[in-house]
Nanobody, 129 residues
Framework: QVQLQESGPGLVNASQTLSLTCTVS??????????WSWIRQPPGKGLEWMGA???????SYSPSLKSRTSISRDTSKNQHSLQLSSVTPEDTDVYYC?????????????????????WGQGTQVTVSS
């Protein structure tokens, strides 16, 4: 069973860049036909997909966050990372990394709920003004 673990600072100052890492164990991030997403959830609200990187390294982003978001991977460490620039207090959320099967339609594919795919436990990020 694949395991995902998010890590990064729990507190970030406004206007700075948030950096989070997802470490994957029991399975490779290059395993065929899977995509690795970053998803966040504001308090009391639904899930918001931010972007993803496929098993072959192609990235896709939510149009609303594309200008501030970058996702990369380090295959030697079996990790992928999220960077969100110019953060504001509105970026205060729980951030999740997740894996989902994408088959032959990987670009833009992501899990629509926590019952789909495999998820990390999430990490709370607070942006201080």
């Amino acid at each position: 069973q694949v395991q995902l673990q998010e890590s990064g600072p729990g507190l970030v100052n406004a206007s700075q860049t948030l950096s989070l890492t997802c470490t994957v164990s029991v399975g490779s991030i290059t395993v065929l036909f899977y995509t690795w997403s970053w998803i966040r959830q504001p308090p009391g609200k639904g899930l918001e997909w931010m972007g993803a990187i496929t098993y072959y390294g192609s990235t896709s982003y939510s149009p609303s966050l594309k200008s501030r978001t970058s996702i990369s991977r380090d295959t030697s460490k079996n990790q992928h990372s999220l960077q969100l620039s110019s953060v504001t207090p509105e970026d205060t959320d729980v951030y999740y990394c997740a894996r989902s099967f994408c088959g032959s339609r990987c670009p833009g594919s992501f899990p629509k709920s926590k019952s789909e795919g495999s998820w990390g436990q999430g990490t709370q990020v607070t942006v201080s003004s």
